[in-house]
């Protein structure tokens, strides 16, 4: 599976942005998932799409202004990001590993990632 995200660039606070994670390879029964990296910190667990329901997972902070969606058939999925905030600013990362509802959070549970995309939140 090899994954490339794309969407990323430079928004005022209060914007929007819609990431895009292109998935070639055999993406059947994969879950996948957005993780982000700030500089200088570690990366964390944004949000997650299971194969399968489809159920999805958000970090706290995001919950209520992310949403994470999913298209099987173009094996694309998405994360649109509304209100962000300069504490979003950071490179993120799609990310799929083997179904598998455990430790979906952990970035040490997924197999391929994608190369990120810059978000930078300017104030």
């Known amino acids: 599976v090899q994954l490339q995200a794309s969407g990323g660039g430079l928004v005022q606070a209060g914007g929007s942005l819609r990431l895009s994670c292109a998935a070639s390879?055999?993406?059947?029964?994969?879950?996948m998932a957005w993780f982000r990296q700030a500089p200088g910190k570690e990366r964390e667990f944004v949000a997650y799409n299971r194969w399968g329901n489809g159920n999805s997972y958000l970090a706290n902070s995001v919950k209520a202004r992310f949403i994470i969606s999913r298209v099987n058939a173009k094996n694309t999925m998405y994360l649109q990001m509304n209100s962000l905030n300069s504490e979003d600013t950071a490179v993120y990362y799609c990310a799929a590993k083997i179904a598998s509802l455990s430790d979906y959070y952990r970035p040490q549970s997924y197999n391929y990632w994608g190369q990120g995309t810059l978000v930078t939140v300017s104030s």
């Open positions: 390879g055999r993406t059947f029964n994969y879950d």
